[in-house]
């Protein structure tokens, strides 16, 4: 596609759910990238994908997160047992390369009651 | 470890002046890539500038430039002619590798009709 699609814009889930979020990056992007903006703060880095290399996962900050890429395209960020503090806007990005910077995504917005 | 600060949480310019927001980096890299980003309110994050580290020449792009000092680790951007449409939060980051970028918090940019 012409850019990178998030889905869904929002979504409010219930403490102890499971969500999914997905994103579809610019075909042809090699690199994708997860990030997490709490209000008021700057990114917060979660996850890389590069090719078929294995995943940077580094950035994920429990064992309740996790990620996939499937055929080198599209990504699903999974958070199980949502918690409040997992309330923030997740976007996801994709590259073709590190000097050339990210194209973003619009972001979901979870807010966990 | 990478780190990028923007000082200014939050600035206000006159349509049609110049205001030059502030970002400082560390690291020990030679070799790396900086960037400006912009977020308006519509969430989506679009890249302004970027500036590659072994380029002394400073990037310009139209009404954008940015005052490169790799010995300071400075990388300010200056907006000149502001308008209505650059009131953003507006990001600083960096990377070396590509496998992750790192982001200052954010400044809140409010152009003044």
């Known amino acids: 596609g012409a850019g990178v699609s998030q889905s869904p814009s929002n979504k409010v889930t219930e403490k102890g759910k499971d969500v999914e979020l997905r994103c579809d990056p610019i075909s042809g992007h090699t690199a994708l990238y997860w990030y997490r903006q709490s209000l008021g703060q700057g990114l917060e880095f979660l996850i890389y994908f590069q090719g078929n290399s294995a995943p940077d996962k580094s950035g994920l900050p429990s064992d309740r997160f996790s990620a996939e890429r499937t055929g080198g395209s599209v990504s699903t960020l999974t958070i199980q047992r949502t918690q409040q503090e997992d309330s923030a806007v997740y976007l996801c990005?994709?590259?073709?390369?590190?000097?050339?910077?990210?194209?973003f995504g619009s972001g979901t917005r979870l807010t966990v009651v | 470890a990478q780190t990028v600060t923007q000082s200014q949480p939050e600035m206000s310019v006159q349509e049609a002046e110049t205001v030059t927001l502030s970002c400082t980096y560390d690291?020990?890299?030679?070799?790396?890539?900086l960037f400006w980003y912009k977020q308006p309110p519509s969430r989506q994050m679009i890249l302004v500038i970027r500036?590659?580290?072994?380029?002394?020449q400073n990037a310009t792009e139209n009404r954008f430039s940015v005052n490169f000092q790799k010995a300071a680790k400075s990388f300010s951007l200056k907006i000149s002619d502001s308008q209505l449409g650059d009131t953003a939060m507006y990001f600083c980051?960096?990377?070396?590798?590509?496998?992750?970028?790192?982001f200052g918090t954010g400044t809140s940019l409010t152009v003044i009709p």
């Open positions: 990005a994709s590259s073709v390369g590190p000097g050339v910077g990210y194209t």
């Open positions: 500036q590659e580290a072994y380029k002394q």
């Open positions: 690291t020990s890299e030679s070799n790396y890539y």
């Open positions: 980051a960096f990377t070396s590798t590509g496998n992750q970028f790192y």
